[in-house]
């Protein structure tokens, strides 16, 4: 299973940004999806998650109203569209695949993982 991400990129205070992550090689629909970010010097942290069938979605405090996760079963696709972005979002930021019958939000339970994508907010 392979998970690409990409969309992220420079902006400024304020401004949007619409990462996406294609899964290949396995069956799209069957995993619940994650998005994570790690900043320099921190740890890993999750940022939100979607269930298979998009029933269940899950926020960290940090982004909660200001981020929406959303997927594409037809197309292998999950999203993340970050609003009022904001300095401290600048990280790489990771989307993760996880099988079972319930979404968990901790990194631990996601089992494939992509490559990243930088994401920086800056002025």
């Known amino acids: 299973v392979q998970l690409q991400a990409s969309g992220g990129g420079l902006v400024q205070p304020g401004g949007s940004l619409r990462l996406s992550c294609v899964v290949s090689g396995g069956t799209f629909s069957r995993y619940h999806m994650g998005w994570f970010r790690q900043a320099p010097g921190k740890e890993r942290e999750f940022v939100t998650g979607?269930?298979?069938?998009?029933?269940?979605?899950f926020y960290a405090d940090s982004v909660k109203g200001r981020s929406t996760i959303s997927r594409n079963n037809a197309k292998n696709t999950v999203f993340l569209q970050m609003n009022s972005l904001k300095p401290e979002d600048t990280a790489i930021y990771y989307c993760a695949a996880q099988t079972g019958f319930v979404l968990v939000p901790r990194d631990t339970r996601f089992t494939y993982w992509g490559q990243g994508t930088q994401v920086t907010v800056s002025s």
């Open positions: 979607i269930s298979w069938n998009a029933g269940n979605k």
